[in-house]
């Protein structure tokens, strides 16, 4: 007997009844996007950063010396892996990540002391610029986080870790009445 399976989110259940109309600070949930993990080899580094920075609708999230990863919203994942393969398997390799890993994104002007109460980095505007990533801990899950915005971060996580921590991000901006919803 054939079984169906339905693709749901892997947040459907912590969201479901709970969407809002977006206030100033929101937390997006993001569907369908696609998140590369690229490793550049040894000597190849530099080129692989200036092509990675060349690629059309495609977003580079430093995550280390010659790594990082890639997030498209529009860019399908066959696009992306045909573009990276045309780098050359002797200068980089690279894995489809958009199944394992949930993009979140969250808004608003008091964003940084929402993030300050889950995370040890200092997000001061002239420290952590517009378009600048990192890997860390946020409420003691690594993920990769990106400034995108003038109040607005972008936080990619492993998607075994995406429920705790929409959890743990909800709970952290109750204060400011943070909302939350699908992208």
Same mark, same amino acid.
């Given at each position: ?7 749901r ?5 912590h969201?479901?009844?709970?969407e809002? @109309? ?15 993990s690229?490793l550049?080899?040894?000597g190849?580094?530099?080129? +692989?950063?200036e092509?990675? @920075?060349?690629?059309e609708?495609?977003h580079v ?13 529009t860019?399908a994942?066959?696009?992306?892996a ?14 489809d990540?958009?199944?394992?890993r949930v993009?979140?994104? +969250?808004?608003?002007?008091k964003?940084?002391? +929402?993030?300050a ?10 420290l ?6 990192t890997?860390?801990?946020?409420c003691h ?37 943070l ?5």
């Amino acid at each position: 007997m054939p079984v169906t399976y339905a693709a749901r989110h892997v947040l459907e259940d912590h969201i479901s009844g709970f969407e809002a @109309t977006p206030n100033p600070h929101h937390l997006a949930i993001l569907r369908a996007v696609s998140v590369f993990s690229v490793l550049a080899h040894p000597g190849h580094e530099a080129d +692989i950063d200036e092509a990675l @920075t060349n690629l059309e609708d495609v977003h580079v999230r430093v995550c280390g010396p010659g790594e990082w990863l890639l997030l498209s919203e529009t860019v399908a994942t066959d696009t992306i892996a045909r573009q990276l393969a045309d780098l050359g398997a002797t200068c980089a390799s690279f894995v489809d990540q958009s199944d394992g890993r949930v993009v979140l994104r +969250i808004q608003g002007p008091k964003v940084r002391a +929402i993030l300050a109460k889950c995370t040890a980095l200092d997000l001061y505007a002239d420290l952590f610029e517009i378009g600048q990533s990192t890997n860390c801990q946020i409420c003691h899950v690594a993920a990769n986080l990106a400034r995108t915005g003038q109040d607005t971060f972008e936080i990619i996580v492993m998607r075994s870790f995406a429920g705790f921590l929409f959890d743990e991000i909800r709970e952290m901006g109750r204060e400011f009445a943070l909302t939350a919803g699908f992208a």
